[in-house]
């Protein structure tokens, strides 16, 4: 694994439905990060499809050998693709899920397990959750993938370290809600609070993927970032407008903060395991 890592965060306005126009929206973004000579490009949540589906889940549903995708495969063998999608399994189940291509092949995919039905959100009425949280080996280092909702889960991020990840990518359809004192959406507030903390408590790197745009009046603040391990913001897109991020992270820093910060080595598995089965097993009594 080299030493440092040459990363493109597209942050798009994904159109809504339309595979197609989407698809040639990533063309032109990847032959960018190839320019920049990227070795990863991360897009958002649903980057091919757009967020607010609902119904029309079922027409945009792709099986992953799907040749619609023959392209990005083909763009592969240049440079490692992250993309989201809806993915229509063996079994006719439809998931919300973000997998990478690299040199023409499926190296990681995850199924997003934590799935918003609430307020705005009716993810479990067209998805199926995805049932497991791992980290992947993979030519350019061993990465753990998360969807959006995952993120507010912090056990998520736990697994993933402790599973062997340096870099945490987290691709988000993140709307903007309330207002804070500074003007700044809420939630805004809170998302980078959460990815700030994410990447102290697991000692990686966190690279958040974020779109933009509007659907059904309901506006995507974008702000995608990429964390250090110690909960600095390293480089930051701005809100509410497409931008290609193009950084590099030094991943001798990570060897050098989860030396000096023992927090995945402390951890207490047994305990963990104990508490676990104790509340499972309370709440299965109500």
Known sequence: MAETLKLTIAQQNCVLGELEKNLEKHYQAIEEAIEHKSKLIVFPELSLTGYFLRDAVVEVALHIDDAKLNHLRDLSQHIAIDVGLVELSDKYEFFNTQVIFYQG??????????????????????????????????????????????????????????????????????????????DKPQNVRVWETLNRSMAVFTTSFIVFANRVGVEDGVPFWGGSEIIHPSGKSLIQAPYFKEFNLHSEIDLLELKHARVNTQLLKEENFDLLLYEFKRIAEQNRQY
């Open 105 to 182: 092949e499926l190296i990681a995919r995850h199924r997003k397990v934590y799935l918003p039905t609430y307020s705005l959100f009716e993810e479990k009425r067209y998805f199926s959750s995805g049932t497991r949280i791992r980290a992947f080996d993979t030519p350019i280092g061993k990465l753990g993938l998360l969807i959006c909702e995952d993120m507010w889960h912090p056990t998520s991020g736990l697994i993933l370290a402790h599973d062997g990840a340096s870099i945490i990518i987290v691709s988000a359809a993140g709307v903007a809600r309330g207002v804070s004192e500074d």
